[in-house]
């Protein structure tokens, strides 16, 4: 049980560090909003490990809402940014 407990652990931390990582490879976004998640990912890094300091409150209240947070930020800046890929540019002719 404690196997698949810290497997999910690690597969959320990997998905949230490649959500992160994928937004700021977009060089068509300003800077803030490529760096955004990456910021709230080490944010949550460093929450989480303020455990090892004794203060698991403050982690537990700090940690979860910051990494949802990256994910719910780059999954709309990856969706935008597919949507101004496969949208036509304006004024162009979008029959083949």
């Not at 990856?78 to 949507?83: D, F, H, I, W």
């Amino acid at each position: 049980m404690l196997f698949a407990v810290a497997a999910i652990g690690i597969a959320i931390f990997a998905f949230t560090l490649w959500c992160a990582v994928t937004v700021a490879r977009i060089k068509d976004l300003p800077l803030w909003r490529r760096y955004l998640p990456l910021a709230l990912f080490l944010a949550s890094v460093v929450a989480s490990a303020l455990r090892a300091f004794d203060m698991p409150d403050v982690a537990n209240a700090v940690a979860f809402p910051l990494n949802v947070a990256v994910v719910v930020v780059a999954l709309a800046e990856m969706r935008a940014a597919r949507q101004r890929r496969e949208t036509p540019e304006a004024g162009g002719d979008i029959t083949p």
